[in-house]
């Protein structure tokens, strides 16, 4: 497994994804992310560390435009799926 250091943030508004913002991976961070597994790794490895990072960056993204709500809708819309 690798570690993993983040900030929180929900993201949540308005999940439809389009070309246009979903937030592209910067080839070095795929190659850095390559060079952190390790010597002998399987395909599905690399490819979950890959979708991963690319979460990350499209929440990172979204957090800067703004599009994110607040704790407290986040709770609503969680028990809106118990419900």
């Known amino acids: ?36 597994l390790p010597d002998e790794f399987s395909i599905d490895e690399m490819v979950d560390k890959m979708i991963l990072l690319e979460k990350i960056e499209r929440g990172l993204t979204q957090s800067e435009k703004g599009e994110v709500i607040s704790d407290e809708d986040l709770e609503l819309e969680i028990a809106k799926w118990f419900d």
């Open 1 to 36: 497994m690798f570690k993993l250091e983040y900030k929180c943030f929900w993201i949540l508004k308005f999940p439809i994804f389009t070309q246009k913002n979903i937030a592209m991976l910067i080839k070095t961070k795929v190659l850095k992310a390559i060079k952190q």
